[in-house]
């Protein structure tokens, strides 16, 4: 039984998930059987990262530049103007960007990482920290490079896959006045928030908490950044689920929600649907010049930065598009659709589903495999196997590893299917959750894994395993 899609959007009670497009160019998809499947992974040292795409059938890898881009952006595209200095797309697209996210300064990277890299180049440092409701592993291993520590404060909540709360990517406001507190706020050179929380399941962070956060920050005399990747997704939670929310216009939601910090980081490959492409921005004039001189150093100059102009163009066409109520309405409720499906397949999930994925709390799912022995990686890597479906482990592969060299069992131990925008109909989602029931079938067959080779940082996109006997 699916629950209502929505009489809202439709004007009629009708129960089908539509998607609000219809496909104008397909890529195919290539099967592979099993044996197929259990040569590439073997020769992939066991890491779904080191698969060749082609082996893919449906790649739940990343919602990361994934998406579908619209005719609209592809037509924007054939706008772009690739002038070095002062192009007209660099105009175009910043004036997208200024009506979501106002800010005095925006300078582009070719994603998020570069923002975040050359943010805490210039805020970063020993000695200091970084608090964050949860860091992304770019963001915390910038953080960290700097040779700053990165702290998360999400509610405990956000750490319980079971719990239901509207808004598990709130920041513990107190734990961050105490923070702040006991470490002397000269020490704290940001708070950042990430709106919404991928690595603690996509969940959203509302807008009392986003103000609350501001008060501690305004007492301290700290600035406020946020992590906006999914920011429309945050915003479209925040008119479903926060009280006095409903009537409101999502791009307004998304311009309260940037009026609140002093800056922000994206990626645009998440929510402004293009497949590159990033930004810092900032209202403080004498940080903006340090960045730009960081930025000219190894992205570009100021007025493209990491980007051909005709990416910009794509980004501004996607910011216009990811605000709209019946694309966000759909995407939202694909998502909690694939989350069902798999909820009912007897595979706990974190709860309630996020905005771009469905995280399964595979340290639940796999009780007889010990955190150190990844639970997240032997599901995700059962997936392929079974079904040719690529997921991704959150948890103790990505966030175990600490830079003093010791090892520990991280918070949770996740594995993510994320969505890429557009890209995917609902056959693909109940294709997935058919494989998810096969697995689930043999849950108790599935062993551990050791980690043969790892680098330094980042451990989880190149590290080599081996499955345990048992
Ligand atoms: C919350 C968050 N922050 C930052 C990033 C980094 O963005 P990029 O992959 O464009 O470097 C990501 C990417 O997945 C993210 O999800």
């Not at 598009?321 to 009912?344: C, F, K, M, N, P």
């Not at 003093?404 to 131990?413: K, P, S």
């Not at 980690?451 to 006997?469: D, K, M, N, S």
Request: charged share 20%; with cysteine; net charge negative.
């Amino acid at each position: 039984m699916r629950p209502p899609s929505g009489a809202g959007i439709t004007g009629v009670m009708f129960t089908t998930i539509i998607e609000p497009f219809r496909i104008h160019s397909i890529e195919p998809l290539r099967l592979t059987t099993p044996q197929e499947r259990a040569a590439a992974i073997r020769q992939a040292g066991y890491n779904v990262f080191g698969l060749h795409s082609a082996d893919v059938l449906i790649d739940l890898l990343t919602d990361s530049g994934t998406g579908a881009m619209s005719r609209d952006q592809w037509a924007a595209i054939q706008h772009g103007d690739e002038s070095y200095a002062g192009s007209p797309s660099w105009y175009v697209f910043l004036d997208a960007v200024r009506t979501l996210f106002p800010f005095e300064h925006v300078i582009p990277t070719h994603q998020g990482r570069a923002a975040e890299k050359i943010l805490f180049t210039a805020l970063g440092g020993p000695g200091k920290v970084v608090p964050n409701n949860t860091h992304f592993d770019t963001t915390r291993a910038n953080v960290e490079f700097s040779g700053a520590e990165a702290v998360d404060l999400v509610i405990p909540e956000g750490h319980d896959p079971a719990a239901e709360h509207p808004f598990k990517g709130n920041m513990d406001v107190e734990a961050l006045e105490r923070l702040i507190s006991s470490r002397g706020a000269e020490n704290v050179p940001l708070v950042m928030v990430t709106i919404t929380n991928n690595s603690g399941g996509g969940q959203p962070v509302s807008l009392e908490n986003l103000r609350a956060v501001r008060a501690v920050c305004d007492r301290h005399g700290v600035p406020l950044y946020l992590d906006a990747c999914r920011f429309a997704e945050n915003a479209w939670f925040i008119r479903e689920r926060e009280p006095g929310q409903g009537g409101r216009d999502v791009a307004d939601i998304v311009r309260e929600l940037a009026g609140l910090a002093d800056g922000m980081t994206i990626s645009a490959k998440k929510d402004p649907l293009a497949n590159i492409g990033g930004w810092l921005a900032t209202n403080d004039d004498a940080l903006a010049e340090r960045c730009r001189a960081l930025l000219v150093l190894t992205e570009g100059f100021p007025t493209y930065g990491g980007l051909a102009g005709r990416d910009l163009e794509a980004i501004a066409q996607g910011l216009a598009e990811a605000v709209a109520h019946d694309y966000l309405h759909y995407r939202t409720r694909s998502t909690a659709y694939l989350g069902e499906g798999i909820r009912q397949a007897g595979i706990p999930i974190v709860s309630p589903v996020g905005g771009h994925a469905v995280y399964i709390d595979a340290r639940a799912f796999l009780p007889h495999v010990p955190p150190l022995r990844y639970p997240g990686q032997a599901l995700a890597v059962a997936l392929y196997e079974s079904g040719g479906v690529r997921g991704c482990e959150i948890g103790t592969v990505m966030f175990g590893r600490h830079p003093d060299g010791t090892e520990t069992a991280a918070a949770m131990d996740l594995v993510r299917l994320a969505i890429p925008r557009r890209t995917y109909t609902q056959s693909h989602i109940d294709y997935v959750i058919e494989v998810c029931a096969e697995v689930a079938a043999r849950a108790e067959q599935l062993t551990g894994y050791r980690i043969v080779e790892e680098p330094a940082q980042l451990r989880h996109f190149t590290a080599r395993f081996e499955p345990l006997a048992s």
